[in-house]
């Protein structure tokens, strides 16, 4: 089993920028596709972005391409969120998850593991 640590959410400014992480420890980290998924207050859990195994292939929603890049260091087991241009729309919890086996990388479902969150605020 993986643990999962998110970090570096916090207050900004519409237009501005933010780089997520999530570290991992325990089980091989690259026995694992990743993604982030974000929560509003009083929604779902939603996809943003998700990451194979290897990094040779990415996945984004269509709320955050082009503005956000998610990249991938195995050596260093852990998964990064370039985040650009935030809007407001953008301000959620984000958390990281691992998915071992196959199945969609968008789909919550498929991901065993998950990180504790951390909060991205947005202001106008």
């Known amino acids: 089993q993986v643990q999962l640590v998110e970090s570096g959410g916090g207050l900004v400014q519409a237009g501005g920028s933010l780089r997520l992480s999530c570290a991992a420890s325990?089980?091989?980290?690259?026995?694992?596709?990743m993604g982030w998924f974000q929560q509003a207050p009083g929604k779902e859990r939603e996809f943003v972005a998700g990451i194979s195994w290897n990094g040779g292939r990415t996945t984004y929603a269509d709320s955050v391409e082009g503005r956000f890049t998610i990249s991938r260091d195995n050596g260093k087991n852990t998964m990064f969120l370039q985040m650009n241009s935030l809007k407001p729309e953008d301000t959620a919890i984000y958390y990281c998850?691992?998915?071992?086996?196959?199945?969609?990388?968008?789909?919550?479902?498929?991901?065993?593991?998950w990180g504790q969150g951390t909060q991205v605020t947005v202001s106008s």
């Open positions: 998850a691992a998915k071992l086996y196959g199945g969609s990388i968008n789909l919550r479902t498929n991901y065993n593991t």
């Open positions: 325990g089980r091989r980290f690259s026995d694992y596709a």
